[in-house]
């Protein structure tokens, strides 16, 4: 069983942001399987299970506060951070790419970095989906800006290539998944 974690901010405003693509992957996910987030307000997280393979996990906490729900999740299912799956924005990255890693340091990323403070080490796999880097905008500003309508027909490709990439992992293993998915570009 996994915990498949999307990152991202609770409310309407935040939404189509760059920050909110862990969450957008596990909507789309959730609607193609016929799945209602519910939300638990003991987890601090909107909650969907995915047949006895995932629980799809959408804190509520806001970004930086992340680990206190993931943590929670983590617990109340005793599941270990190996078999947690943290989907997220990557600045690193430009948009169109997907890397998906075993596990490694937050690079920058405070709902990351929550999570392994949270959970006491870096120690779970992520899927990282690239936004790019601003070029004359403040980072924050940038990451809590919608999408360019533009970039949209991007983002729905990179979100069926996540899921593709979710279900691969589900079905045929993390390693296997890697393979695939960082040999794939936009």
Not at 16 to 23: A, Q, S, V
Not at 57 to 78: D, E, I, Q, W
Request: net charge positive; with cysteine; glycine share 10%.
């Amino acid at each position: 069983m996994w915990v498949i974690c999307g990152l991202g901010n609770p409310g309407k405003e935040y939404e189509k942001t760059r920050h909110n693509f862990g969450f957008l992957v596990l909507e789309v996910l959730a609607k193609k399987k016929g799945l209602k987030f519910e939300f638990e307000p003991q987890l601090e997280a909107e909650i969907a299970t995915l047949k006895n393979r995932a629980i799809l996990v959408k804190p509520l906490t806001f970004m930086n506060l992340s680990g206190r729900a993931v943590s929670k999740v983590l617990k109340k299912y005793h599941i270990t951070p190996q078999s947690l799956l943290v989907v997220h924005d990557d600045l690193d990255l430009p948009l169109g790419r997907i890397r998906l890693i075993p596990k490694g340091g937050a690079g920058g990323h405070r709902g990351v970095l929550s999570i392994m403070e949270a959970l006491g080490n870096g120690d779970f796999p992520r899927m990282k989906l690239g936004v790019g880097k601003p070029k004359d905008q403040d980072v924050k500003e940038y990451v809590l800006s919608p999408f360019s309508e533009t970039e949209m027909s991007v983002v729905e490709r990179v979100v069926e290539r996540a899921i593709q990439g979710l279900e691969e992992i589900l079905y045929v293993g993390l390693q296997k998944a890697m393979n695939k998915v960082n040999s794939e570009r936009d």
